[in-house]
């Protein structure tokens, strides 16, 4: 049964302004290459992910937590946000706006730049202003890159969420925070080089991801998600698992992919999906981003 609170998601995390650039080639130490394609616009993981689900779950209220500078970039950024319908009352305005510098060939080779200053993380003073909101939330997405000590807090601030951590916490699972943060989480997504920051251990194989998420499922989630590069996402529970393959679709930019496979999390815990159906509509959020050019992801929505 879908909880009362379910439709009312927020996001702990990063947002700034991305600006992406397409270009045939990328250009050798003091050469130049000519830009084909350009975008710009709010970007960040946690400003992606609130994004995504706003999209796919337009019927939910998605608040974001983050910090963005008290510059016109900032502005930019939170006019992109009003658009997409994400409640940006409790964003933080100081310092400079992130950002996120995305270059893209048309082989799908990346390099991607960032400009991200201390003002930019999410503070604990930030989560006392925004306490009623976490309260009342029934999802809460923690993006791994903030201070491990503010996104405890923030868990904390929710008890009536289910909390889903994307990425690696600093110390991994053993570490002062990564415990008491597993210990909430309902759900924790992690790329291979995360997974093996947070468990200690490679992942080169699906064996190896199938190991690595018992092992975390051990220590306090129902459902984790992990990626096996170049290969897939494998999905697993108690009692199961499910290994989605990456598709056969041209990848354009895989530089939205992680964020949208989130959304896709999250828009299945709203609808109170089982876990291999998370796992579809995650994997299925994802194939939609990397078809596409820079980190933000338009999707068409259910």
Known sequence: MVAENSHRVVVVGSAGR????????????GASASVSERMERLGGKGANIASG???????????LIAA?????AGEAVLEDAHELGIDTASVARRGATSLFLDLVTGAGERRIFEHVQPEA????E????????????????LQLRQPAAVLLRAAQLAPNARIVLDGAVDGGADGAFGAPLLAHAHVVRANADEAEALTGRTIASTDDAQRAAEELLRRGPSVVALSVSGAGDLVAWEGGSQFFPFGDAPVIDRTGAGDAFVAGLVTG???????????????????????????FTRFTHE
Do not use: Y
């Not at 991305?18 to 130490?29: R, S």
């Not at 689900?53 to 939910?60: D, G, I, K, M």
């Not at 963005?68 to 016109?72: M, P, S, T, V």
């Open 53 to 63: 689900v706003r999209q796919l779950s337009p019927e939910c209220h998605v608040t």
């Open 68 to 72: 963005l500078g008290a510059d016109r």
């Open 126 to 141: 930030d989560l006392s202003r925004a306490a009623p909101v976490l309260e009342a939330a029934g999802v809460v997405v």
């Open 18 to 29: 991305d600006l992406a650039l397409g270009a045939t080639t990328l250009p050798e130490a």
């Open 121 to 124: 993380d999410v503070r604990e």
């Open 269 to 295: 815990l709203i609808r109170d999906e089982s876990a291999r159906d998370l796992g579809r509509r995650a994997s299925e959020a994802a194939s939609t981003a990397v078809q596409q050019f820079g980190g």
